[in-house]
């Protein structure tokens, strides 16, 4: 199948079309590197032999959209193009409209003006908003965003609710991911975001590394376990397994869906770091530090949707995702180093 990947060169659309490629799909990845380096296409090259097709171009452009749709002769769209960083919505919310809303909008317009009414949107279990119970499931209310960034994904589901309602020709499944970490076996791509990361892991393996010196642990004194906040995991190579998944069901569904892809249980920031002290051998200090502005106590979900519709679970463990994530940011250490030196 031909499937376009918007955002395919950041880190869940590489990894998805990593295995794409395997399973013999040929993806199309659309990006306009605002959060990606060049250099994926070749690392994805390298991984599974084949240089995946690279258009540059901005999921705003509506017309290149479609042109690209239809010369590349499209089956379906899974959309991952969007900003991401929770504080900087708050700070600059127009531009989270902007990129994220405006561009949808867009999207849709060429994919229905094109004839390709096959869709799979990365939402977030942030869409859920504080959790009345867990784990969370699908029919549970939405809307409780507390930031620009979850309200776009809320209003992107809504949009997507509202196309499959006025057009049955249309299929749209809502992937709600709960904490994508880890990177591909190869350490080639990974997670490596600009700047000081914002995310825990990206954080740990570069304490882990010694550059930075040491992890903030945003809370001790939850009602968890051991105070600290608690999340819902996934590898990043299961998230894309997922999409691989999802993607039949969407050819031969039409409608709208939701569904969480997560592990179904839940790890403690404590946790997570004693995870990656063992898979990297090194010490990650902490120092605790006041609650973070709109983050939750706990969530994790209840798969079962995802297992029943698309045939998915969540395979590899919080050792395994620690590993990989640790080989990323030492390859990429290296690699850094050897630029440096030359
Ligand atoms: P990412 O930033 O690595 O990837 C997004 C990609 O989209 C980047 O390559 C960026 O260059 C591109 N992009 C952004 N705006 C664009 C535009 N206007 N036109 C074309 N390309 C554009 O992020 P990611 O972690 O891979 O996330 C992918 C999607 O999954 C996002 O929509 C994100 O909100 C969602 N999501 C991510 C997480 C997570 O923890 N990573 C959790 C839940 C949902
Ligand atoms: C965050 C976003 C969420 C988004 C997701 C993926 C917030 C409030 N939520 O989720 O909307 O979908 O990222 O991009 O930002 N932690 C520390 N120290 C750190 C970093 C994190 O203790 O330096 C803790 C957090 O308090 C939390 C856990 O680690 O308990 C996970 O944090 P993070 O990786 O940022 O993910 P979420 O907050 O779950």
Redesign the pocket.
């Known amino acids: 199948m031909r499937v376009l990947l918007t955002g395919g060169m950041g880190f869940i659309g590489s990894h998805t079309a990593v295995v794409l490629q395997e399973a013999g799909h040929e993806p199309v990845l659309f990006d306009n590197l605002s959060n990606a380096d060049r250099s994926v296409a070749s690392r994805i090259e390298r991984i599974t032999g084949r240089a995946p097709q690279f258009i540059e171009g901005d999921i705003r452009d509506g017309a290149l959209l479609e042109k690209v749709l239809r010369e590349e002769a499209v089956d379906a769209v899974i959309h991952f193009a969007g900003l991401?960083a929770?504080?900087e919505s708050v700070v600059k919310p127009l531009e989270y409209f902007d990129n994220n809303l405006t561009g949808t909008l867009r999207l849709l317009e060429a994919m229905r003006a094109s004839g390709v009414k096959r869709l799979i949107f990365s939402s977030?279990?942030?869409v859920y908003g504080p959790p009345a119970h867990l784990p969370l499931q699908e029919t549970d209310p939405t809307g409780e965003a507390t930031n620009p960034?979850?309200r776009t994904k809320i209003m992107i589901e809504e949009m997507l609710a509202d196309l499959c309602r006025a057009d049955p020709e249309w299929s749209a499944v809502c992937l709600r991911y709960f904490?994508p970490i880890g990177a591909h076996p190869s350490g080639l791509i990974g997670d490596d975001p600009n700047g000081i990361p914002?995310?825990?892991?990206p954080?740990v393996s570069r304490v882990a590394n010694g550059r930075l010196p040491f992890?903030?642990?945003?809370?001790n004194d939850y009602d968890t376990p051991d105070g600290?906040?608690v999340?819902d995991y996934i590898h990043v190579m299961d998230l894309a397994r997922g999409h691989a998944a999802a993607l039949p069901y969407a050819m031969s569904h039409t409608g709208w869906r939701a569904v969480n892809l997560g592990c179904g249980r839940g790890y403690s920031?404590l946790e997570v770091v004693a995870a990656f002290e063992k898979a990297s051998g090194r010490r990650v200090p902490v120092k605790f530090a006041p609650r973070?502005t709109?983050?939750i106590a706990a969530n994790w979900c209840d798969p079962a949707l995802a297992r029943g519709l698309f045939g998915w679970e969540a395979k590899l463990t919080i050792e395994d995702m620690c590993r990989d994530a640790w080989r990323f940011e030492s390859m990429r250490a290296a690699e850094a180093a050897a630029q440096t030196q030359s």
């Not at 914002?198 to 892991?201: A, E, H, K, S």
């Not at 992890?215 to 809370?219: D, F, M, W």
């Open positions: 991401k929770v504080g977030s279990s942030t960034y979850g904490n914002n995310n825990l892991l954080y992890l903030n642990v945003y809370g600290t906040g999340r920031v973070r709109g983050d």
